[in-house]
């Protein structure tokens, strides 16, 4: 099984400022990694696949990068709605389709 | 718009058994690769089990293997997940979600297992 770890566990920023998330996985997934935020009480969304896409309807504020085992999620400029939780996820290793634990950010 | 929508969550005893279901609409359901997400309260999310467009491919989490069955009814644009011996660890909110990477969620339905 891949693992995936994601850091850091918290990110508290203020909103305007640049978020840095990383994720590394246990072994190489390619580029098969996508990014979703989750808000509390609701499901979660995608917004990054194949490490670099963004998804319909997401802002060109969030951008994906890396391949391999290290990547990263940037949000260029944070805004109220983003302070979230973000998971990563890889599809490199078919039906075993695991997530992150996840990268909480909230605002200072 | 793409919809899915979960029910048939609730409390549940230990050892039980559970169906939950999702039903599709404004998308090719027979087209698509299905799956299933939990998230324990408070806790991060496990994918717990896919199923290709015909059936023909099935994949569960290790931890949930020879317990959960996942099945679909493309005539019914529905998502099954079959749950035996429901343990306390298996109370979370149960998420279907389409495709792979996961483009849609429901918004979930809770089991909750418990004495």
């Known amino acids: 099984e891949i693992v995936l770890t994601q850091s850091p566990a918290t990110l508290s920023l203020s909103p305007g400022e640049r978020a840095t998330l990383s994720c590394r996985a246990s072994?190489?997934?390619?580029?098969?990694l996508a990014w979703y935020q989750q808000k509390p009480g609701q499901a979660p969304r995608l917004l990054i696949y194949?490490?670099?896409n963004r998804a319909t309807g997401i802002p060109a504020r969030f951008s994906g990068s890396g391949s391999g085992t290290d990547f990263t999620l940037t949000i260029s400029n944070l805004e109220p709605e983003d302070f979230a939780v973000y998971y990563c996820?890889?599809?490199?290793?078919?039906?075993?389709?695991?997530f992150g634990p996840g990268t909480k950010v909230d605002i200072k | 718009e793409v919809q899915l929508v979960e029910s048939g969550g609730g409390l549940v005893q230990p050892g039980r058994s559970l169906r939950l279901s999702c039903e599709a609409s404004?998308?090719?359901?027979?087209?698509?690769?299905m799956h299933w997400v939990r998230q324990a309260p408070g806790k991060g999310l496990e994918w717990v089990s896919g199923?290709?467009?015909?059936?023909?491919?099935?994949g569960y989490a290790d931890s949930v293997k020879g317990r959960f069955i996942i099945s679909r009814d493309n005539a019914k644009n529905s998502l099954y997940l079959h749950i035996n011996s429901l343990k306390v660890e298996d109370t979370a909110f149960y998420y279907c979600?389409?495709?792979?990477?996961?483009?849609?969620w429901g918004q979930g339905t809770l089991v909750t297992v418990s004495s």
């Open positions: 979600a389409k495709d792979i990477p996961l483009d849609s």
């Open positions: 404004g998308f090719s359901f027979n087209d698509y690769t």
């Open positions: 199923i290709s467009w015909n059936s023909g491919s099935i």
């Open positions: 072994r190489s997934v390619n580029d098969y």
């Open positions: 194949d490490a670099s």
């Open positions: 996820q890889q599809r490199s290793d078919w039906f075993k389709f695991t």
